[in-house]
């Protein structure tokens, strides 16, 4: 608000406000109030000292309304509250050449003797804000925190230094902060549309709230640019990270004919410290490689770390490559939701924005959304007994007369793990791929278990996992001892502190009890 401005807006005030009790404040933001005057139409003063529009004019709202849109007082309303209650409004004033407004009142004391008190609305731009005087002009309480002479508590208040006054018609000048700062240029204000407004105050309100409104809409769409851009920088580094690991799982193919090179070499293959030459048989000319190897390591543990790498980058690949095929699509409809977001924008749509909010809401509800709870599936003395003698198992015999278990689904892998096998039973699980947990009954504590019945139940492994259809599969077997579960981890999920690893062919060509 400029000068001019400023004093027609007083012209107006003066007869309703002069005389009048100062009653209830809201605090409508951290710089703005809305004062009772008692006025008896429904109007409250509107006093902001925010930076970018301050202002003061009658503003009319209903009290629920106003309680609703209210914040918890700052303190400085609190100190007018206490301050300027009984008080009552003596004159409204201007200074002379300046944006700032005093509001004189007459304050009661316990005695009833009155004494004076000031409210200065000072509205000059970087440095609007709200004083509250005593009789000797002191500040006793200010809105925002402020710097300079006579603008700190029990300074004698004097007006913001090196204020540039603004001429009729023109905007808010910014009031510098300092001796030494130059004075910034005035810009030209927006014209206050008056017509069809019964006052300049129902003008400047009606004003006002279009760039509230407006402001509003700029953060709201920001705020949904800023979420799209974000969304789709995930996305992108998601696709970067997948990209990545695809690239250092390396080529399977490579990882199986590493590990078919090595077992068909076990009795002619050349070691040379970490360095082994191997003959080609799958090449028609057989030519000599070389591969390298651990030293620490035998030729059959390569190739079961060989074939294990081979599982993992096989998986790894169709996992990857799916996931990579969705994030395409994803960033499509980024792309398209960002060009929808930009025509609202362009058209001011609210109606269309608050759309676009409520599906980006519920598209990201959908995303979060937690899974059901499982049912409970009976006591815990029950789960035992329905496991161990219901159909959920499979049990089969091995050659050397060894009873073998394999469960089924996650829940049921872990019962048998953990509810039905001891801890000295065997333990396998395939390497690197999803399936059934297997146990091999041991008949006592010290009895090792054949090694004909531990190939034949990691066959079983083999078979009953998601890498049934490889020629050749790794996998981890000890005992139930060494397999614990973490705290919180998914069903089925276990970890194992030692293991050792077969190479085995999946089948399920054992006896089924």
């Not at 048989?281 to 651990?294: H, K, N």
Request: without cysteine; hydrophobic residues 40%.
């Amino acid at each position: 608000m400029n000068e001019q401005l400023i004093s027609e807006v007083l012209a107006e005030l003066r007869p309703t406000l002069e005389g009048r009790p100062w009653g209830k404040v809201f605090q409508l933001s951290a710089a703005s109030l809305a004062v009772d005057l008692r006025t008896g139409d429904g109007r409250y003063l509107l006093l902001s000292a925010e930076p970018a529009h301050p202002r003061l004019y009658m503003i009319a709202r209903t009290v629920r309304e106003l309680e609703r849109a209210a914040l918890p007082p700052t303190p400085f309303a609190l100190v007018l509250r206490k301050a300027l209650g009984g008080a009552t409004l003596r004159s409204l004033t201007k200074d002379e050449g300046e944006r700032i407004v005093r509001f004189s009142f007459m304050v009661p004391d316990a005695l009833g003797v009155e004494r004076g008190a000031t409210l200065v609305v000072q509205l000059t731009g970087r440095t609007s804000n709200l004083f509250l005087l005593d009789e000797h002009g002191r500040i006793v309480a200010a809105l925002r925190p402020s710097r300079g002479e006579g603008q700190a508590e029990d300074e004698v208040y004097s007006a913001p230094q090196r204020q540039v006054a603004a001429a009729p018609h023109e905007p808010d000048a910014a009031a510098s902060s300092g001796a030494g700062e130059e004075a910034k240029p005035a810009r030209r204000a927006p014209e206050i549309l008056r017509e069809g407004f019964a006052s300049l105050s129902e003008a400047l309100d009606r004003h006002y709230q279009r760039l509230e409104a407006v402001r509003a809409f700029d953060a709201r769409a920001a705020a949904a640019a800023a979420r799209l851009k974000q969304q789709a920088a995930g996305l992108s580094k998601l696709r970067d990270n997948l990209s990545r690991d695809l690239a250092e799982h390396g080529d399977a193919d490579e990882h199986k004919r590493a590990g078919d090179l090595l077992l068909a070499n076990l009795g002619t293959a050349v070691r040379s410290g970490s360095n082994v030459k191997l003959t080609d048989f799958y090449s028609d000319e057989t030519p000599t490689v070389e591969l390298e190897v651990d030293e620490n390591r035998s030729l059959q543990e390569e190739a079961a770390r060989r074939f294990a790498r081979y599982t993992k980058a096989k998986r790894a690949a169709r996992e990857i490559s799916e996931r990579l095929e969705k994030i395409v699509p994803e960033l499509a409809a980024l792309e398209a939701r960002r060009a929808e977001l930009e025509a609202i924008v362009a058209a001011r749509d609210e109606a269309a924005l608050a759309a676009f909010e409520g599906a980006g809401e519920k598209a990201r509800g959908k995303a979060g959304a937690r899974p059901a709870k499982p049912q409970a599936r009976g006591n815990r003395g029950s789960k035992r007994e329905s496991v161990d003698k219901g159909r959920t198992l499979r049990r089969y015999r091995s050659s050397d007369g060894y009873e073998i278990i394999v469960g089924r689904g996650a829940r049921e892998n872990d019962e048998l793990t953990f509810r039905v096998a001891r801890s000295y039973d065997t333990w396998m699980h395939a390497a690197d791929y999803p399936g059934s947990h297997v146990v091999v009954r041991a008949r006592g504590r010290e009895e090792a278990v054949p090694h004909r019945t531990l190939v034949e139940a990691a066959r079983l492994a083999a078979q009953f996992s998601q890498a049934r259809k490889d020629s050749k599969v790794a996998v981890n077997y000890t005992q139930r001892k060494f397999v614990t579960k973490p705290r919180g981890a998914a069903p089925g999920l276990v970890y194992l502190s030692s293991f050792r690893t077969l190479l085995v062919e999946p089948g399920e060509d054992l006896e089924r009890i």
